[in-house]
């Protein structure tokens, strides 16, 4: 299917565990990023990339890991998951720099970390 | 440290009336605006958008207004209808640098 998918789409885990959240995107966008959503925050950046094997931080990068080995895929891990990362987590995916700076997002995954 | 607000977390508004949403910035080196519109376990999707070159940009029943000496846009849904009813977020980004600044959101719900 065309578009920015992810996957899983609902995951509950512990505290303490490894947990890796996917994104994959079929439009060969150059840009890719990863938002959390929470109540009274709107929608914080994680981290982002602008190309295979550029990865840079966002505003609340700790406790996050991202890798972009192929320009489709951005998958998002948190290494040793915490209470206070329970949230719902967005990717988004946009062309490079031009006046349409639209960004496309996935339906979100939401993670509960028991 | 909040650069885009949106002060109000919700607004109800009569089927048929005007809706308006606002947006504050505080950082000036912001040039272009947009915002998003997102319904329950989907994503956001892009709704319209502005530069800062402008001060009024419309699409259909949605126009959004920029005041750069105020540091202020708006949203306008005319007439609303009870699709619109969703969370709304504004964002903004300077070019040159991909990242969007997103607000907090407000809940629109459209009164039948």
């Known amino acids: 299917d065309a578009g920015i998918t992810q996957s899983p789409r609902y995951k509950i885990t512990e505290t303490g565990r490894q947990v890796t959240l996917m994104c994959h995107q079929t439009?060969?966008?150059?840009?890719m990023f990863w938002y959390r959503q929470d109540l009274g925050h709107g929608l914080r950046l994680i981290y982002y990339?602008?190309?295979?094997?550029?990865?840079d931080k966002g505003e609340v990068p700790d406790g996050y890991v991202v890798s972009r080995s192929k320009t489709e895929n951005f998958p998002l891990t948190l290494e040793s998951a915490t209470r206070s990362q329970t949230s719902v987590y967005f990717c988004?995916?946009?062309?490079?720099?031009?006046?349409?700076?639209?960004?496309?997002f996935g339906p979100g995954t939401r993670l509960t970390v028991l | 440290d909040q650069q885009v607000k949106q002060n109000s977390p919700s607004l109800s508004v009569q089927e048929g009336r005007i809706s308006i949403l606002n947006c504050d910035y505080t950082?000036?080196?912001?040039?272009?605006f947009l915002w998003y519109k997102k319904y329950p376990a989907e994503g956001p999707t892009f709704l319209i958008s502005?530069?800062?070159?402008?001060d009024k940009n419309e699409d259909g029943r949605f126009t959004v207004f920029l005041n750069k000496s105020a540091k202020h846009l708006s949203l306008h849904i005319v007439p609303s209808q009870p699709g619109d009813s969703a969370v709304y977020f504004c964002?903004?980004?300077?070019?040159?640098?991909?990242?969007?600044?997103f607000g907090t959101g407000t809940r629109l719900t459209i009164i039948p």
């Open positions: 950082n000036s080196m912001f040039d272009y």
């Open positions: 964002a903004a980004l300077n070019f040159g640098n991909e990242k969007l600044t």
């Open positions: 439009w060969s966008h150059s840009y």
């Open positions: 988004a995916s946009s062309e490079l720099q031009g006046l349409n700076n639209e960004q496309f």
């Open positions: 502005i530069s800062s070159i402008k």
């Open positions: 990339s602008a190309a295979a094997d550029i990865t």
